[in-house]
């Protein structure tokens, strides 16, 4: 009978403790596979980085505007030849000038302490539809501490931007202390109360359209204009054609013979039916002589009329004798119209200053009208555009423009309004676009140069095509 000694010790035995370290055969194979994929694949790596081989990384689409020349990498990669290969260098670059050869796009400031790269902001194979929507990174990196990326001794705008609903200085007039500088009296309250005396008296309610409008609806009559008064013909967009965005960001500014004429006309004179031109005083000047002469020579029977429409001008006593001749009729007559139109009419809507050149009063001269200065632009350094806005109502964003008594009163909406809005990236609902790029440019564009296309259409295309036949495909 045999019996087996089994205890934990011989069991334990027939174990190899060391059978990890063991080199069976098919740990062999694992191991030189392994290791063969490894070489295989950091030579693969490294030889695509070589002159005249395929590049390493996988790269998507061109972006939509590019994808046309999408097929010619050389085009954008100067060292890569048009099957992606490269053919000097180790790493494939798109240069700037490669996109400067195509572009025209000026700098963003001088005082820029580095330039980043074209594509490092108009990022390129990920198939993007817009090239100039983008992360708002591209802007913080220098925005989020101006004073150091900045070449200048000092800067002009708010040092700190990180972000429009993070941290983004209030608009510049909407800031503590700001005032329309304009000169025009206009107060907003007064005519925009329902039932304001209009034209013959008939009660009107006043539209913001009425004497705001932008450059492309400034086309269409007026309310409140001048009779018989033609829009301006339009100039520039006579060839394009008819575009819904076209002249319709910003408003034009408000013209007397438009928008006031209606309710204030300059009358001058109860003879002459005519209104005074509105017009600097001393064609205003000239024309009340020139019509006054014209009408004594016309009625000298005037000459007998004492003045029976004596109004009362403080400082001026009336008189009423008869005048003797047609020149001191006309003199006379031509002061007093001056009164009432100069002391009175005008200085309604404007300021009038009575000074000469060396700032001394000079009460009898003509007086100069004191310059409208409308504001054209009030945001400056960003975009705007009403027609983007057209179905929001005007008082949302201008609720002042309901209450305002006074010119100097900024009407405009402060940074709150635009956030309740705009306050993300819209692939989320419930949001509107805040990237930086949606408000501002970067290139300054009122800086571009004279710029000429360098490439054919086949050098574009990669073919040439004789006969709508496709005959050659273009290598380089
Ligand atoms: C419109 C210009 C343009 C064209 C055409 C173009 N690329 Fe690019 N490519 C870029 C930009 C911009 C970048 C990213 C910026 C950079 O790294 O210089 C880039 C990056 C790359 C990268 C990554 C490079 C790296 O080092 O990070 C590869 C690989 C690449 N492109 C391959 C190709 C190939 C292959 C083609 C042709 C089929 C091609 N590209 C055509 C503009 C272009
Ligand atoms: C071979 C000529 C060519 C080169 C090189 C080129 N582009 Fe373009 N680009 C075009 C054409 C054509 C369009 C479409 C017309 C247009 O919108 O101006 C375009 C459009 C664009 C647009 C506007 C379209 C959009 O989606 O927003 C941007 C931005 C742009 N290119 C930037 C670049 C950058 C950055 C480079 C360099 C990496 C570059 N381009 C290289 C020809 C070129
Ligand atoms: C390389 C650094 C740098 C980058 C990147 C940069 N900026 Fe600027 N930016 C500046 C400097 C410097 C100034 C001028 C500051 C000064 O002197 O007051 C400036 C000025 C501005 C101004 C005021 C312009 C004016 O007319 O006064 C705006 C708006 C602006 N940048 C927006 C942007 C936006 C939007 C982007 C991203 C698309 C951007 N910046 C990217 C450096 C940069
Ligand atoms: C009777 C004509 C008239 C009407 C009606 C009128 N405005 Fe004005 N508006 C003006 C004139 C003139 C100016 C320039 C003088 C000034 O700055 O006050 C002006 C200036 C403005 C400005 C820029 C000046 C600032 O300080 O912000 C805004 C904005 C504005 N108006 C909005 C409106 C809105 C919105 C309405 C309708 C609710 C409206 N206006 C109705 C004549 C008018
Ligand atoms: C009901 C208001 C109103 C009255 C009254 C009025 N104006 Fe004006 N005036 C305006 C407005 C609004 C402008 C700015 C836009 C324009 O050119 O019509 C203006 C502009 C002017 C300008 C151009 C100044 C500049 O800087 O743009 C002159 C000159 C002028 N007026 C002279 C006169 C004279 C002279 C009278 C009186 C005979 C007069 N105006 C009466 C509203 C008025
Ligand atoms: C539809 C008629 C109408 C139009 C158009 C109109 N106004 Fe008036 N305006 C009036 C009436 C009526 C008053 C007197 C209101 C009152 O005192 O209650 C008035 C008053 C004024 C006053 C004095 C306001 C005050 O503070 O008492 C000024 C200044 C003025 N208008 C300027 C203008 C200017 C500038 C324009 C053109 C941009 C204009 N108005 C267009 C009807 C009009
Ligand atoms: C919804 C529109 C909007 C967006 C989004 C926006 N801004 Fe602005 N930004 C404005 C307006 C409007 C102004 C005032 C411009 C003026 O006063 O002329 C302004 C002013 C500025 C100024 C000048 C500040 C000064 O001191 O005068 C800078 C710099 C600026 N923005 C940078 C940025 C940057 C960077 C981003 C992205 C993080 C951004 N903005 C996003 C509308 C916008
Ligand atoms: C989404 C807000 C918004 C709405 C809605 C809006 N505005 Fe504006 N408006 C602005 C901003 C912002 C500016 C300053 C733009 C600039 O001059 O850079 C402005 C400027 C103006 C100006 C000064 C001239 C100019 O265009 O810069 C007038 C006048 C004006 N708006 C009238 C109107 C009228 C009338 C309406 C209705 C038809 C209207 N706005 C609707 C935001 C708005
Ligand atoms: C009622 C919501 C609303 C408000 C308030 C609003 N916006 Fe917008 N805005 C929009 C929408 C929606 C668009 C279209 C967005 C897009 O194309 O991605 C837009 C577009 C814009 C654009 C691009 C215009 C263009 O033609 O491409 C600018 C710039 C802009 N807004 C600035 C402003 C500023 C500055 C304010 C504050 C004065 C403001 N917005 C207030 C809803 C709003
Ligand atoms: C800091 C980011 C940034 C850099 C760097 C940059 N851009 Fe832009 N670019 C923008 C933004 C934002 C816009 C849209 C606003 C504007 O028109 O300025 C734009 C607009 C453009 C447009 C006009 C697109 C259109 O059709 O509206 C072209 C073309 C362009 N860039 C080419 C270039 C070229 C070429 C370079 C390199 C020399 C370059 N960009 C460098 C941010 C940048």
């Not at 913001?208 to 100039?235: F, I, N, V």
């Not at 001008?313 to 009423?320: D, E, R, Y």
């Not at 989320?428 to 290139?443: A, I, K, M, P």
Request: hydrophobic share 30%.
């Amino acid at each position: 009978m045999i019996r087996r000694k089994r205890t934990a010790k011989t069991v334990g035995q027939r174990h190899d403790l060391n059978y990890f370290k063991a080199w069976t055969p098919s740990r062999k194979w694992r191991f030189a596979l392994i290791a063969a994929f490894c070489i295989l694949g950091l030579a693969w790596f490294l030889s695509s980085f070589m002159p005249g081989r395929q590049a390493a990384f996988s790269k998507g689409p061109l972006s939509r505007a590019h994808s046309i020349f999408g097929k010619q990498c050389s085009t954008c990669h100067v060292n890569m030849n048009d099957h992606g290969e490269l053919k000097t260098g180790f790493k494939n670059v798109a240069s700037d000038a490669a996109c400067l050869s195509c572009h025209d796009a000026p700098s963003h400031q001088k005082t820029l302490t580095f330039t980043p790269t074209c594509g490092s902001c108009h990022v390129e194979h990920r198939g993007v539809f817009r090239l100039t929507h983008m992360e708002d990174m591209n802007c913080v990196q220098c925005h989020k501490d101006i004073a150091t990326y900045s070449t200048a001794n000092s800067v002009h705008i708010e040092n700190v931007v990180l972000g429009f609903n993070t941290k983004h200085p209030e608009f510049a007039p909407l800031r503590e202390g700001e005032k329309d500088p304009g000169t025009i009296r206009l107060n907003h309250s007064v005519h925009m109360k329902a039932g304001l005396r209009g034209p013959n008296g008939q009660l009107v309610n006043m539209e913001c359209s009425d004497c705001h409008r932008t450059p492309a609806d400034a086309q269409r009559p007026w309310h409140y204009s001048e009779a018989g008064l033609k829009p301006p013909p339009r100039q520039d967009h006579e060839f394009d054609l008819p575009n819904p965005d076209t002249d319709r960001a910003h408003m034009e500014p408000p013209a007397y013979a438009r928008t006031c004429f209606a309710c204030h006309t300059l009358e001058f004179d109860t003879h002459i039916k005519e209104y005074a031109p509105h017009d600097k005083p001393e064609v205003v000047h000239k024309f009340i002589i020139d019509r006054l002469k014209e009408y004594i020579a016309r009625h000298p029977e005037a000459l007998r009329q004492t003045r029976s429409d004596d109004r009362y001008i403080p400082g001026q006593t009336s008189i009423h004798v008869a005048h003797t001749t047609p020149s001191e009729w006309v003199e006379m007559h031509t002061k007093d119209a001056e009164q009432i139109l100069f002391r009175k009419t005008c200085k309604l809507c404007h300021q009038m200053d009575y000074r000469s050149a060396d700032g001394t009063l000079t009460p009898q001269a003509l007086p100069k009208v004191v310059e409208s200065r409308i504001t054209l632009r009030w945001f400056p350094k960003s975009v705007f555009s009403h027609q983007a806005h057209m179905t929001v109502t005007c008082e949302s964003c201008h609720a002042k423009a309901l209450t305002s008594t006074q010119t100097e009163d900024i009407l405009l909406p402060g940074i709150k309004t635009c956030q309740t809005c705009h306050n993300g990236r819209p692939n989320v609902e419930g949001v509107s676009e805040n990237g930086c790029f949606l408000c501002h440019t970067y290139h300054k564009w009122d800086q571009r140069k004279d710029f000429k296309g360098k490439y054919t259409i086949h050098q574009l295309t990669g073919s040439l095509i004789f006969n709508g036949v496709e005959t050659m495909t273009r290598s380089r």
